[in-house]
Nanobody
């Protein structure tokens, strides 16, 4: 399973971006999908995840709760991360990752499938 994240960019504080996660050939609704991010010099941290279609539960890190929304579009085989009211501290390479089954997890080592990252830079 290969995942591909896209949608990053350079935006001003307070702006919005939507990241997309696509799969090469596998139905994403089978997997629990998470978004992680890694800023220079920092560890990779879990931002949000959504369990597979059977579970349909989601998780948000405290730092993004109320600003970010994770969602699925099964018809398009995509998972999205809508990011609103972006802050400079959101600047990082953002990755999507997948794991089998319906239970969500927040640690990188619990995910088996990764895509390349997409850079999000929030700066005035």
């Amino acid at each position: 399973v290969q995942l591909q994240a896209s949608g990053g960019g350079l935006v001003q504080p307070g702006s919005s971006l939507t990241l997309s996660c696509a799969s090469s050939g596998y139905p994403l609704d089978y997997f629990t999908i998470a978004w992680f991010r890694q800023a220079p010099g920092k560890e990779r941290e879990g931002v949000s995840c959504i369990s597979n279609n059977a579970g349909s539960t989601s998780y948000y890190a405290d730092s993004v709760k109320g600003r970010f929304t994770i969602s699925r579009d099964n018809a398009k085989n995509m998972v999205y991360l809508q990011m609103n009211r972006l802050k400079p501290e959101d600047t990082a390479v953002h990755y999507c990752a997948g794991r089998d089954g319906s239970s969500w997890a927040t640690a990188p080592h619990e995910y088996d499938y990764w895509g390349q990252g997409t850079q999000v830079t929030v700066s005035s």
